[in-house]
């Protein structure tokens, strides 16, 4: 990422650790990673940049940091105000994503690849043209369409594309419509580069890239909300399973269904730890999480009182311990993140 | 079938399959070799078509052919250039396949005809395993002078693929390099362990339709205002080669700025998309000038490149070759200008010393191969490549102490070919050995500001104003590419 687009993610009142950041772009969803995700408003951009470059991710935090516009302390990160003021001069409306959760919606490698040789196929057949250099070279993007083809025909794909996109596009932003469409690949055109309409519309390459993938996500949205159409089966082979994977939406299901941790713990044959992981990454992504399953009236009272008149990021498990309150860890966190949805509600 | 019945066939199948009327040098007399059964090095002047060669022979005999190359980039260009000529049945197994990809590509290998394949991955024990369950007709060795040691261009991966084919059964070969000199030609024979009745097609590196310039200017300065001068008055389409991306998006700039020339960068920054922008806009006459990192430059297929410029001065002759043969494939005339600034080969001598592992370094890796694992950049992977063929400590040292001089020498004899007084083609071809005398004229060879009119490659007045790549409207762009009314 450019270097003051990372201000984005930091606030002058709350401190943030920067690996809890590095941890959601890259999609690790540990429990804990994804308590302090939510704390920090990060779970939009879950999965945003699975490759990311580490070390430049983190030397541009150190770039940030000299300049001083990200002050650090032992809490974490904090925005300064002269990193305040360089967010909002810098800001463009390329900046940053318009829909940066649907990153965990579908698979941007395999999408893109589906996206571009879709048009391009629909774009040539149109002409009536079989040869041509194929714009992505994505083997099973490739086999998925072909596959595809031979149960639909050219016409389809042709007539439902072109459809789809004019009525995707109407309803987007005009000037980033224009971008959107600026890539793309077909019989008479071969796409412009990042740089070129980066070039144009005075922003960066970078900008012109995240640009162009959100408008890509919000058409595969688009695309899969209308199941009638033929061509959403090609959006399904790229969609991903999202924070909830297979294994926690069982663990929910036994959970909705009213059975305890430990009886869930025999059925599954899983370890607690694991189970209880589950519970902590259903009730961050599920507002209306069912509490009083696990905690009941004087837990909460005894959680109310240890905590009482502190900062949810400054609580801490140890101090239960502390106060002598026998309690498990789950409880615990589970009433930081009923307290945390509740902060998000008022 | 007897020659002139092979020669008549070869000349059907490539009229019938390519569409070529005729063969170009070489081309003929390699796919004899090879169909008359003998492993055969062919060594062909850059834009003699070598792919053709076993293109065709895989068309002329509907056998497999397994081709092994350096460069994944290169690869993926021939792969697409191969799907455009409507060759369908043809993959690249490289190190950027995804998970699945390769998965997908090895369960389906049966399917393909040309397999392409870097050496790393043949090194791969579950991929190799599947490659040798399959009938390979031909077993083709790209770029076959990365094979000599002593090169500049030497690759460890390469010293393998004796074993490889071995490995493989022994099966008709052909090694394809446009540089080689006797002792390259030695040593691809002797590491690819040729049979006796083995061929060789040689033809000369020679490109006569490219006029060959050197011009020294006193600074950086006066290089970026001699380089805007060039790209306003010699005709295009131009490529112009850099040694760092960083410079070849600076002076993409400068260029924009200047001139009202359409002018792109073409190297590893650009993701794969934006490379087939580039590249296609490139071909279909939308850019007049690309600024590449020379990688990069070897995969644009554009035939009537009428200039290469040299920006950087590449670090060896081979390098040199091979880039300026980008120009003139059409065989219209073409020039090559290397622009130098006296001091420009510290950057290659830079590049030299940052890139050789030094002796403790070679020995913490060599008794700690596994941390190499993760270090992607070129100098550790020739590292752990060369730690792979279990070479002992003191020969891998000497290798590299070795290594270095060679590079060194290579790079001396480039910057004897900058200062010569001779003329710059004997100069080439006394380097590669080639026992021939040039005829020098006025369209040879010069240094110092060329006249370029005597050339005839003088800019000419456009009679259509050219159409610079704008943004357009999103309908537009749509109703253009679905045939629709706008």
Redesign the interface.
């Known amino acids: 990422m450019t270097d003051w687009h990372l201000l984005h993610f930091f606030d002058q009142q709350q401190p943030r650790k920067v690996t809890v950041l590095r941890q959601i772009l890259t999609n690790k969803r540990t429990g804990s990673t994804l308590f302090w995700g939510l704390r920090y408003h990060y779970l939009d951009y879950l999965n945003a940049v699975p490759r990311l470059d580490v070390k430049k991710f983190d030397d541009a935090i150190d770039g940030l940091i000299a300049q001083n516009w990200l002050h650090s302390s032992a809490q974490g990160l904090q925005l300064t105000s002269h990193g305040q003021e360089v967010l909002a001069t810098k800001q463009t409306p390329y900046s940053f994503a318009e829909h940066p959760e649907l990153n965990q919606k579908f698979d941007y490698?395999l999408w893109?690849a589906i996206l571009?040789l879709m048009?391009q196929v629909?774009?040539e057949y149109?002409?009536h043209n079989s040869?041509?250099?194929?714009?992505?070279?994505?083997?099973?993007a490739q086999?998925l369409i072909k596959s595809w083809l031979q149960v639909n025909s050219f016409e389809t794909l042709?007539a439902e594309?072109?459809k789809c996109?004019?009525q995707f596009?109407d309803q987007c932003d005009?000037a980033k419509?224009?971008?959107?469409?600026?890539?793309?690949?077909?019989?008479?055109?071969?796409?412009?580069?990042?740089?070129?309409?980066a070039?144009?519309?005075g922003i960066c390459p970078r900008e012109v890239?995240w640009t162009w993938r959100d408008l890509a996500f919000q058409f595969a949205a688009f695309v899969q909300a209308r199941s009638n159409l033929k061509i959403s089966q090609l959006v399904q082979v790229a969609a991903l399973p999202g924070a909830l994977t297979p294994t926690i939406q069982q663990t929910a299901m036994l959970f909705n269904a009213g059975k305890t941790v430990d009886q869930i713990i025999q059925i599954r044959r899983l370890r607690r730890s694991t189970i209880e992981e589950h519970l902590q990454v259903l009730a961050i992504f599920r507002p209306d999480f069912p509490y009083e399953k696990i905690l009941r009236e004087s837990d909460l009272k005894t959680l109310a009182k240890v905590y009482a008149g502190t900062e949810i990021d400054q609580w801490r498990y140890a101090e239960l311990q502390q106060q002598g309150v026998e309690m498990p860890f789950l409880k615990f966190r589970l009433y930081a993140i009923m307290k945390t949805h509740g902060e998000i509600n008022e | 079938m007897n020659e002139n019945e092979i020669k008549t066939k070869l000349q059907q199948t490539l009229t019938q399959e390519f569409g070529f009327k005729d063969f170009k040098p070489g081309q003929a007399e390699t796919l004899t070799s090879l169909v008359e059964g003998h492993s055969t090095l062919a060594i062909l002047p850059t834009g003699t078509g070598k792919s053709l060669c076993y293109q065709l022979y895989g068309k002329f005999t509907h056998q497999r052919v397994l081709i092994i190359s350096p460069l994944i980039s290169l690869m993926?260009d021939q792969?697409?250039q191969m799907?455009?000529s409507?060759i369908s049945q043809v993959?690249a197994l490289t190190s950027k396949?995804?998970g699945?990809?390769r998965d997908?590509?090895l369960h389906n290998l049966a399917n393909y005809q040309f397999i392409f394949a870097s050496p790393e991955i043949l090194q791969n024990e579950l991929i190799f395993s599947q490659i040798r369950r399959l009938q390979i007709g031909l077993l083709v060795v790209d770029e076959a002078h990365c094979i000599a040691k002593w090169g500049p261009d030497f690759r460890p991966d390469y010293l393998i693929l004796g074993k490889i084919r071995q490995l493989l059964g022994q099966p008709l070969t052909l090694a394809l390099t446009a540089t080689a000199t006797p002792d390259v030609e030695m040593a691809i024979k002797k590491q690819l362990r040729f049979e006796d009745d083995s061929q060789v097609i040689r033809y000369s590196i020679d490109r006569p339709n490219i006029f060959l310039n050197v011009e020294e200017v006193e600074s950086e300065t006066a290089k970026n205002d001699r380089l805007l001068e060039l790209v306003t008055t010699i005709q295009g389409p131009g490529l112009i080669y850099f040694s760092s991306k960083k410079k070849a998006d600076e002076i993409v700039e400068f260029l924009?700025r200047k001139t009202s020339l359409r002018v792109?960068?073409y190297h590893a920054d650009?993701?794969?998309?934006?490379r087939?922008?580039?590249q296609?806009?490139f071909i279909?006459n939308?850019l007049d000038v690309i600024c590449a990192t020379s990688a990069f430059g070897m995969g644009v297929n554009k035939k009537d490149i009428r200039y290469v410029i040299h920006y950087h001065l590449p670090a060896d002759l081979e390098s040199y070759v091979q880039e300026i043969g980008r120009a003139g494939r059409d065989g219209q005339q073409s020039i090559a200008i290397l622009l130098y600034v006296p001091g420009d080969e510290s950057l290659q001598y830079t590049m030299q010393i940052d890139s050789a592992p030094q002796k403790n370094e070679i020995d913490y890796y060599y008794h700690h191969p596994e941390l190499l694992k993760d270090l992607q950049d070129e100098n550790h992977q020739f590292l752990k490549a060369f730690i792979n063929t279990k070479i002992s400590l003191p020969r891998l040292e000497s290798f590299f102490t070795k290594h270095r001089q060679d590079k060194s020498a290579a790079l001396n004899q480039m910057i004897a070919y900058i200062h010569t007084d001779q003329c710059k083609r004997q100069f080439i071809l006394d380097a590669f050995k080639e026992d021939r005398t040039v005829q020098h004229n006025e369209k040879c060879c010069q240094s110092g500001p060329v006249d370029v009119a005597l050339l005839g490659l003088e800019k000419q007045e456009q009679a259509e104003p050219r159409s610079t790549?704008?943004?357009?409207?999103?309908?537009q762009?749509?109703a253009?590419?679905?045939?629709?009314e706008k």
């Open positions: 490698q893109q571009l048009i629909a774009s149109r002409y040869n041509y250099y194929v714009a992505n070279q994505n083997l099973k086999f042709a594309v072109s996109l004019e596009l005009p419509a224009d971008l959107f469409t600026a890539k793309l690949v077909g019989h008479p055109q071969n796409g412009l580069s990042d740089g070129q309409i070039s144009q519309l890239s | 993926q792969v697409e799907k455009y409507g993959v396949l995804t699945q990809e997908f590509v924009s792109a960068a650009l993701n794969l998309e934006d087939f922008s580039i296609h806009q279909e939308q790549i704008k943004m357009q409207n999103y309908r762009v749509l253009e590419l679905f045939a629709q």
